[in-house]
C-alpha cells in the first residue's frame, strides 16, 4: 500500500517534467494545444466506446448472463476515460491504451489477476442467484 502514496508523488512529478520539457521543446503554445486536443479526442473515444460498453453489459444482464467481460471493458474504459481527461502525456498514453480494444486486452490479465487477489482473500464476494 505504501507503494501507491509513492505512485502519487511519483507519476505527477515525471507528468509535470514532461511538460516542462515538451513546453521547452516545442513551445509553451504547442503543449496546450496538444494537451487540450488529447482531452477532446479522449472524451470523445471515452464516450462512444464507454456507450457501447454499457450496451454490451445491459445485453448480458437481459440475456441472464453475467456481464464480465463487458464489466471488465467497462470498467477499463472508465479509468481510461479519467487518464485520458488528466494533462500530461504519460496518462494520455495509457488512458488511450485503455480506451481501445486490441491494447486494452494487454491489461486485461492484470486485472483478472487482481479480481482473483481479491476474491481469494475474501475482499470480492460473487453471488450466485
Known amino acids: 500500500m505504501k507503494w501507491i502514496i ?13 511538460l516542462m520539457l515538451s513546453g521547452k521543446t516545442i513551445g509553451v503554445a504547442n503543449t496546450f494545444l496538444l494537451i487540450i486536443a488529447s482531452g477532446i479526442i479522449g472524451g ?18 437481459k440475456n441472464y448472463q453475467a ?3 463487458a464489466a471488465i471493458n467497462g470498467i477499463s474504459i472508465f479509468v481510461g476515460a479519467i487518464l485520458v481527461v488528466l494533462p500530461g502525456f ?9 480506451l481501445f480494444a486490441p491494447t486494452r486486452n494487454l491489461f486485461k490479465p492484470l ?12 475482499q470480492v464476494i460473487v453471488m450466485k442467484s
Open 6 to 18: 509513492g505512485l502519487f508523488i511519483l507519476i505527477p512529478a515525471i507528468e509535470l517534467y514532461i
Open 44 to 61: 470523445y473515444f471515452a464516450k462512444r466506446q464507454g456507450l457501447k460498453a454499457f450496451r454490451e453489459v445491459s445485453d448480458s444482464v
Open 67 to 69: 456481464p464480465g467481460e
Open 90 to 98: 504519460i496518462s494520455d498514453i495509457f488512458g488511450f491504451m485503455l
Open 111 to 122: 486485472v483478472y489477476r487482481w479480481v482473483r487477489k481479491k476474491m481469494k482473500n475474501g
